[in-house]
């Protein structure tokens, strides 16, 4: 059995760590994955774990997330080679064959792995032409060189909210069509109208968590399917709101909208003003009270420590002066 191992951060996993690691399991029969992390790197090691781990399910990918010096000191640093000479052999009792890899760092640490065969892989990026650097600092513009199940981090959510007949659905879907991703509809409105045929006074505090709940998986689903940016119309924010307007005080309490109100879910959060005509809806029930409503999203987003912007205008105006926002929050 010819073992390989590798070892490195993966911070974060780019489709050129994935040419190596493909090159190293076709070219070994047991291949181990050294994963390592140290506390101040700015992706979290098990994280970095978990990626390497659902690409490479047929490897054994180990997780070393001990404080270790990162770099020898000089070429002479033997005490920097004793350290990682000692790493290799707990994390990898047995013989290693073959060490693979991307850089001349792969020579060393062969021999020190018990003088097994270096295997430097597409060293100068001919293959595929991209770094972890280039990655961390222009995601964006790499973002063909990142594998799916890494986009997520980088993909940024937006969320578009305020009070009624503000302009969230519409803003909502024509952001997500101007930036070529997804978008996550008003879950209550789907289920007042399919399962409640709109009907408005019998809501409860059992109907609310359901909108929070369900609302909260599609959300993640768009996330997991984005490109680069999602946008969200409402969240649990609207669900919290509502329960205190319009249940009474016993069956609000009910209401789990708390549950859901995770001020670092969002990236960005756009609070509507509501200075275009009122559209009337069967689902709408604020038409004399949007400003109170509005002051109120602004109290409870500050409540529960919301970083928000608020945009107006009409028509098209509103349109680019939240695309505008979207980009420069990208942008930075």
Request: net charge negative; proline share 5%; aromatic share 12%.
């Amino acid at each position: 059995m010819i073992r390989g191992f590798v070892l490195g951060k993966f911070m974060p996993l780019h489709n050129g760590h994935k040419h190596m690691l493909d090159v190293a399991s076709a070219n070994c029969d047991m291949l181990t994955i050294l994963v390592c992390s140290i506390q101040s790197e700015p992706i979290p090691g098990k994280l970095r774990y978990e990626w390497v781990k659902h690409e490479y399910p047929h490897a054994r990918v180990i997780w070393c997330n001990e404080e270790l010096p990162q770099e020898p000191r000089d070429e002479h640093d033997e005490e920097f080679w004793r350290i990682w000479r000692g790493i290799v052999k707990k994390y990898h009792p047995e013989r290693v064959h073959r060490v693979f890899g991307s850089e001349d760092y792969v020579v060393r640490l062969a021999k020190e792995a018990g003088n097994a065969e270096p295997w430097i892989v597409d060293k100068a990026r001919e293959n595929v032409r991209v770094s972890g650097t280039a990655v961390r600092s222009k995601p964006y513009e790499n973002w063909d060189f990142i594998p799916d199940v890494v986009k997520p981090y980088y993909t940024k959510r937006v969320l578009i909210t305020g009070p009624e007949s503000c302009g969230k659905t519409t803003i909502s879907r024509e952001l997500a069509a101007m930036f070529h991703t997804n978008w996550t509809p008003e879950y209550a409105r789907e289920y007042i109208e399919d399962e409640m045929n709109n009907d408005m006074a019998n809501l409860n505090a059992h109907h609310m968590n359901v909108f929070c709940e369900r609302h909260y998986e599609q959300e993640n689903y768009a996330w997991r399917n984005a490109n680069k940016v999602t946008f969200s119309d409402t969240s649990a924010l609207e669900t919290y709101i509502y329960s205190r307007t319009m249940l009474d005080a016993e069956e609000a309490g009910r209401v789990r909208a708390k549950d859901y109100l995770d001020n670092g879910r969002y990236d960005f959060v756009i609070l509507l003003k509501p200075d275009i005509p009122w559209e009337e809806e069967e689902q709408r029930t604020y038409r004399d009270r949007r400003d109170e409503m509005y002051e109120l999203f602004k109290q409870t987003l500050e409540e529960f420590q919301y970083t928000y912007v608020e945009a107006g205008g009409i028509g098209q105006e509103r349109l680019e002066t939240c695309a505008s926002l979207v980009r420069s929050m990208m942008a930075e």
